[in-house]
């Protein structure tokens, strides 16, 4: 998937997978992605509707983080 970044402009996603979560006559969808660099994106969106919120960034050095404080406190 093409995305446009507002900082790093066009960059190809990879979808990792999805979650969703339903509440009292909505659902929450949130869609994985991966860019190359291994940075995350989470795109939301709600079946109830409302505006288009920005996909959430999540640094490579962000994740690598807390897989090691999770791995720390499985010990």
Do not use: C
Not at 26 to 45: A, K, L, P, Q, R
Not at 49 to 75: C, H, T, V, W, Y
Request: net charge negative; aromatic share 12%.
């Amino acid at each position: 998937m093409k995305y446009k970044d507002p900082f790093f402009g066009e960059i190809y996603l990879k979808k990792l997978g999805e979650t969703t979560i339903n509440d009292i006559g909505e659902s929450i969808v949130d869609t994985i992605y991966m860019d190359e660099s291994g940075n995350y994106y989470i795109d939301t969106w709600v079946t109830t509707g409302g505006d288009k919120q920005p996909m959430l960034f999540l640094r490579k050095a962000l994740i690598d983080k807390i897989n090691e404080i999770s791995k720390q406190s499985i010990l």
